[in-house]
């Protein structure tokens, strides 16, 4: 995404710091209601005293004095944690595992101090003020993130970024950043090793700001914030390292952005060396507890769903079976894990015989040479089977493929023999991981991602898993099973 060299409001300017202060304020408000709630619960609306021991002697301190202490010392935990920082709000989960290291951290100190000093603390106040404080500041760090992603969406609170490097990198970055609007980087410009004001960066429409020389000028026309750097090789030497001395401290911000995508932070590790800033990028791999922690979630989480959901699996069983002709499941073979065939169960939404007709309907879209997902006004589809896949409820005996091994919860979706012999060498890296039911590119546009974003998403989650990756999926697949949208067919 770009945006037009403009003035920039003061506002706009200081957005770091304003939306800090919103934070602190929604988490003082959610600290107080909290803790002084908790209290009120727990011992009502008198003046309950804690016990402290003193050589067999005890004193005492006011509940109210201890929770407003308590309210005092979260913030401050919550501060010194950085779980504020422009760096970690906005985008992925650091900002909420900061929030959950601090307040465990700071209750963990809190009973070391109780159990040393002998200071009688009602454990049912603690452990009911803990959870609750973590969910609630969570949950309303969450509501902020989304009106922050709404502002971004506009082209505020975002920081402004030119890009400096060769003409390719900038361009790489530039889609890279583009793709993502919500992690609050808007190009605003680009300086090249050749670069001339008045072009553009060739096939993008970022503004051209002049050579990797004009980088304080370009800064001051296109009010940037931030200089990202995408590539190093074209620049003079030492080039960097002027290029921060030129910042603002505090203000201007000097971001190194390699030209490596799709790498998720636990697989990324910064290691200083002989003043070098050495990248560190892990292989990735699954290992013997991974795949052990997976397997287990998707069968503890199946068999739960199969439980839950056998009333609507009962109520679309009988509507298949009676509104049209044929067998009540579809049984297709796919490939699954390191190219293994298996056969995918779906309750049936076409009619008997639709298979002879792929090939004809694929050459006459003219994508019989590309990997295709879904045929749009697909006129094999019965009238019950345009709704059972509209809300995804066609996919259900999957359910069974889980509990039986051959295929996950989340994965990449599983493809047909023919969709896999035009895979090329780095589209086969989607058959490392079992196939699943759900998958990060049906939660990130379904049918209106193109071929290439589609890989593109898979292999993002191959290479990068995670069990809280898994639970965004699902929770983001339900979503999307609720209120489907134009891209679901």
Not at 152 to 157: A, E, I, L, P
Request: charged share 20%; with cysteine.
């Amino acid at each position: 995404m770009t945006a037009p060299a403009t003035g920039v409001a003061p506002f706009e300017r200081s957005w770091r710091s304003a939306y800090q202060r919103r934070l602190w304020i929604s988490d003082s408000i959610v600290l107080v209601w909290v803790v002084f709630g908790t209290q009120i619960a727990w011992f009502g609306l008198g003046n309950e005293q804690l016990a402290i021991s003193q050589d067999d002697r005890f004193s005492a301190v006011s509940y109210w004095l201890f929770s407003f202490g308590l309210i005092l010392l979260w913030l401050g935990a919550l501060s010194w944690s950085d779980s504020r920082s422009y760096r970690v709000i906005g985008a992925g989960p650091t900002e909420y595992l900061r929030v959950a290291d601090a307040s465990l951290r700071l209750f963990g100190a809190i009973a070391i101090v109780a159990f040393i000093a002998k200071v009688d603390v009602a454990r049912g106040f603690l452990l009911i003020s803990l959870p609750l404080g973590v969910l609630v500041l969570i949950a309303t760090r969450w509501l902020w993130r989304q009106w922050l992603i709404a502002m971004r969406q506009g082209g505020t609170y975002s920081a402004r970024v030119l890009l400096v490097g060769s003409p390719a990198s900038v361009a790489q970055i530039a889609r890279e950043l583009g793709r993502n609007v919500s992690a609050g980087y808007l190009v605003v410009g680009a300086c090249t090793p050749s670069g001339k004001v008045g072009d553009t960066v060739p096939g993008t429409d970022i503004p051209m700001m002049g050579s990797v020389n004009a980088i304080e000028r370009a800064m001051q026309l296109t009010n940037a914030d931030t200089v990202a750097v995408t590539s190093t090789d074209e620049l003079p030497p030492d080039k960097v390292k002027q290029i921060s001395w030129s910042l603002e401290a505090g203000r201007q911000h000097l971001v190194l952005a390699p030209s490596i995508v799709d790498i998720a932070g636990p697989r990324l590790h910064t290691r200083p060396v002989a003043g070098l800033p050495l990248i560190h990028v892990e292989t990735p791999r699954f290992s013997l507890g991974q795949k052990f922690i997976k397997r287990t979630f998707d069968v503890v989480v199946a068999a739960i769903l199969v439980v839950l959901m056998s009333p609507v699996l009962i109520t679309v069983a009988i509507a298949v079976s009676w509104t049209s002709i044929g067998p009540l499941l579809y049984k297709q073979e796919r490939i699954g894990q390191h190219g293994n065939p298996f056969r995918m169960l779906k309750f049936r939404s076409m009619r008997v015989g639709a298979d002879k007709e792929l090939k004809a309907l694929l050459e006459s879209q003219g994508t019989s040479e590309t990997p295709l997902f879904k045929i749009k006004d697909d006129p094999r589809i019965t009238p019950v089977g345009k709704f059972i896949r509209k809300y995804s409820l066609d996919e259900l005996p999957q359910l069974f493929n889980v509990l039986g091994g051959t295929m996950s919860l989340v994965g990449p979706r599983p493809q047909i023999a023919a969709e896999v012999a035009l895979y090329t060498d780095a589209a086969r890296r989607r058959l490392l991981a079992r196939p699943g039911l759900t998958g990060l590119w049906q939660v990130s546009g379904r049918s209106s991602l193109d071929w290439e974003d589609a890989v593109r998403l898979d292999l993002y989650y191959v290479e990068n898993w995670s069990l809280v990756g898994d639970l965004a999926i699902l929770m983001k697949t339900a979503k999307a099973v609720i209120a489907p949208g134009s891209s679901a067919h």
